[in-house]
């Protein structure tokens, strides 16, 4: 009777057990031993393994020899060590996983050995997110991801209160992130001030049933879901999302098909080339770009910075697009370079179409009252956003010089498709289209190719603003909306990408350095990968 209900239990598992660090005759051992009392082992990760077995030490150990992109995309499957199994089979029954079995985060490990440790306690975490270490990995990616997916769902409906719901998911998701411990029980965060009423609710049902009904509901929602296809699309926002499916749209196709003719060149790219724009950048890729933009800068001129900044700077392994922050130490040397960087990349044949807008910065953008709610962040610098033609190449190659090297001899395949190019780029223009511009995007992207579509933010920055647009640029999104806010209540300052000003001395306060940013801001200094909040 015993034997038989500890059968079905073992039977319930099915357990991806890792060969790496293992002895070829023990891992045999293991898995006759796991045969016989009916424990499903398998080769390969999927939705239905219960559990990864493994000699590794850390989750991004882990997660490297699967070649995923982080932690999160483990979901909810939990990673122990293979003593967990071995202790299961000597007890002959499927013991509980508990601390000293499950894997750990080096990321966490590495950030706690030291006076950051203190502030982790969760009646010690600092008040705002901008003053605490977020790192990258955590032990609450499936609370997280669901509370995300709350935030997101008040976002895109956009209506009255909407904007201060969705950022009271985003506190307590961000608080979340930084526990030094995997929550089990409700009432390890029933003190947490950024955690209300509502976000409780959600963990308590993820921690007692495995998931949330109300979150399940939503990511079975159908306008919810075409809101998130609307949305993925380049160009298009929460509006325009919704006249979309007002007229019945229900796919990209639908789309593409009545939107061929849009004036607004973002949606007919965004929408010829949505697959893929939807796969992620690799970090080769978008390492080799960025040695490729330096290398052409600095020879139009030599001094030139180039920064690749956004979600890579924070220690992501892909992103959406690649954002590249350009500057150069001698203030006012940058004038004039992206219109000349843009014809030497497009003579590389790497552009394929974008916006130039130049810089509208004023110091009364500084001094301009803002309102704190406001959705948008945005800045006044010189920049081209646009869609790059990445060779298929940058995404294999690990060495940018080299490429950078073998692109040197690239043929200027693009540059009969736009004309006269010091007229394309006048930077006295306020916005002015380029590339292939007025092509037929599908047909573009139809055409048989050896490059990959790839979304480009390029900005420029004067020295003088350069550290506040690092800080702007690097992110994240919700650490930058935190530390405006901050600057506000607790300072009484205006924050921008463009430099800290203070209101009450009529004066810009100067950064010589990220470090300097966050002492003008009076917070303590986080390196980029503790900014994933
Ligand atoms: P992204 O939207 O690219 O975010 O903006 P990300 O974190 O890099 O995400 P992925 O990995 O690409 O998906 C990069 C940073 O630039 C700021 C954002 O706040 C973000 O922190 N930003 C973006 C601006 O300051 N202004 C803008 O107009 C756009
Ligand atoms: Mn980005």
């Keep these: 009777m015993a034997a038989d209900s500890c059968e079905v239990e073992f039977n319930r598992l099915k357990v991806l057990i890792m060969p790496q660090r293992i002895q070829k005759r023990r891992l045999e051992t293991i898995k006759i ?34 070649k995923m992109d982080n932690v999160a995309s483990l979901g909810n499957v939990e990673t122990v060590s293979l003593r967990w199994l071995t202790d299961c089979f000597k007890a002959g029954k499927v013991i509980p996983v508990t601390e000293e079995y499950r894997l750990k985060l080096e990321m966490l ?73 995997r929550v089990t029980d409700i009432s390890q965060i029933s003190n947490i001030k950024d955690v209300g009423d509502h976000v409780k609710r959600v963990v308590k049902d993820i921690l007692e049933d495995g998931f949330s009904s109300e979150v399940d509901e939503m990511n079975n929602n159908a306008w919810f879901n075409k809101m998130k296809l609307f949305t993925g699309v380049f160009g298009v926002g929460p509006s325009t999302a919704k006249k ?79 954002d590249l922050l350009i500057s150069h130490p001698q203030e006012g040397a940058e004038v004039g370079l992206l219109p000349r960087l843009l014809k030497q990349l497009e003579n590389r044949g790497l552009i394929l179409c974008g916006s130039y807008e ?19 962040q945005l800045d006044h610098f010189e920049k081209w956003l646009g869609i790059c033609k990445f060779p298929k190449q940058f995404a294999t190659t690990q060495n940018g010089q080299d490429v950078v090297q073998e692109a040197a001899g690239m043929t200027p395949s693009s540059s009969k498709l736009s004309g006269s190019m010091e007229e394309d780029y006048e ?24 490059w990959l579509a790839r979304r480009v933010d390029l900005i420029v920055a004067p020295y003088s603003q350069y550290y506040y647009a690092l800080v702007g640029w690097t992110g994240s999104k919700h650490f930058n909306r935190d530390l405006r806010l901050y600057a506000t209540r607790v300072l009484g300052m205006k924050l921008m990408s463009h430099g800290l000003y203070n209101i009450s001395k009529d004066c810009v306060v100067p950064a010589g350095s990220e470090k300097e940013v966050f002492d003008n801001m009076q917070i303590p200094y986080r390196e980029p990968t503790q900014r994933n909040c």
């Design 33 to 66: 031993a796991a045969k016989k009392r009916g424990v499903n082992t398998v080769c390969e990760l999927s939705a239905e393994v219960t559990h990864v077995v493994t000699e590794f030490e850390t989750m991004e150990q882990v997660v490297r020899a699967l």
């Design 427 to 450: 930077p006295k223009a306020k916005l002015r289209k380029l590339g292939c511009i007025d092509k037929c995007p599908r047909s573009v992207a139809s055409e048989e190719r050896d």
């Design 358 to 376: 130049r810089n509208s910065f004023t110091e009364d953008v500084l001094r301009q009252d803002f309102k704190l709610s406001q959705r948008g």
């Design 109 to 181: 490990e590495s950030s706690q050995n030291g006076n950051e440790a203190d502030d982790k306690h969760p009646s010690l975490l600092p008040e705002w997110a901008c003053q605490r270490a977020t790192p990258l990995e955590h032990y609450n990616h499936r609370l997280t991801t669901d509370i995300e997916t709350l935030q997101l769902h008040s976002e895109l409906r956009d209506q009255e209160q909407d904007y201060s719901r969705a950022l009271a998911f985003r506190r307590a998701s961000c608080v979340l992130k930084c526990l030094p411990f």
């Design 244 to 322: 979309w499916i007002e007229r019945g749209w229900t796919s990209i196709q639908d789309a593409a098909e009545a939107e061929d003719l849009s004036k607004d060149w973002r949606v007919r790219w965004g929408l010829a080339f949505h697959e893929e724009l939807q796969t992620r950048v690799e970090r080769p890729e978008a390492d080799n770009f960025m040695f490729m933009v330096r290398a052409e800068a600095q020879r139009i001129l030599p001094g030139t910075t180039v920064e690749l900044t956004g979600g890579f700077r924070r220690g992501k392994k892909t992103g959406h697009d690649v």
